[in-house]
């Protein structure tokens, strides 16, 4: 979890040193690369996003106004061109989740199919909910945002995240427990 104060020296700065650049982009790089591809499901697509994110930082820093963490502020910035991204072209559907991962526990190899197999079958089904829920549940769940951070970086009241939160959970374990039977 990063500090609210961490970059709180760029509010209202108007650039940024390549330096810094390349510190938000270690800090941030894969959260965004995430963000990115849980809206797009596409690898491809969320690397030339998390790229443009912090390029557009780079240029823009004078927009940090420091009301929200660089964590926020930079998904804001993911989501908007995600969002665009998928409105101008053909998206591909891939269904890839690599933060859905097997435990590193000593196993037999009948386990880890089971194992493996059970970790598909719930990437698909958080896949295959909607848009809303299915960036309320990530963030959340993998990037661990507050629902005061999601609704602002949602532009959604607190009450619309926890609602659509509560609906994706629903949604994900009745399809689970379909699955089980």
């Known amino acids: 979890m990063e500090s609210h104060l961490e970059y709180q020296y760029l509010v209202n700065t108007e650039c940024m040193d390549k330096s810094e650049l390349y510190d938000l982009m270690t800090a941030y790089g894969d959260d965004v690369r995430r963000y990115a591809y849980a809206i797009t499901k596409n690898r491809e697509q969320a690397k030339d996003i998390a790229q ?5 930082a780079f240029h823009s820093v004078g927009a940090f106004k420091g009301q929200s963490s660089m964590k926020t502020w930079l998904f804001t ?19 890839l989740f690599s933060w859905v991962k097997p435990q590193t526990i000593e196993r037999s190899a009948e386990m ?6 059970s970790f598909r079958e719930i990437r698909d089904i958080i ?9 309320v549940l990530i963030l959340t769940l993998e990037h661990e ?12 009241s607190e009450g619309t995240v926890k609602s659509r939160l509560h609906r ?6 009745k399809r689970w427990r379909e699955l089980e039977l």
């Open 127 to 135: 896949m295959s909910l909607s848009t809303k829920l299915r960036e």
């Open 112 to 117: 880890d199919y089971f194992s493996e197999q």
């Open 145 to 156: 945002l507050t629902m005061i951070e999601i609704a602002r970086l949602m532009n959604v």
């Open 77 to 95: 910035i993911a989501r908007n061109l995600a969002i665009n991204e998928l409105k101008s072209s053909y998206v591909r559907r891939i269904v």
């Open 168 to 173: 994706a959970r629903k949604i994900v374990d």
């Open 52 to 56: 443009e994110v912090f390029l557009k």
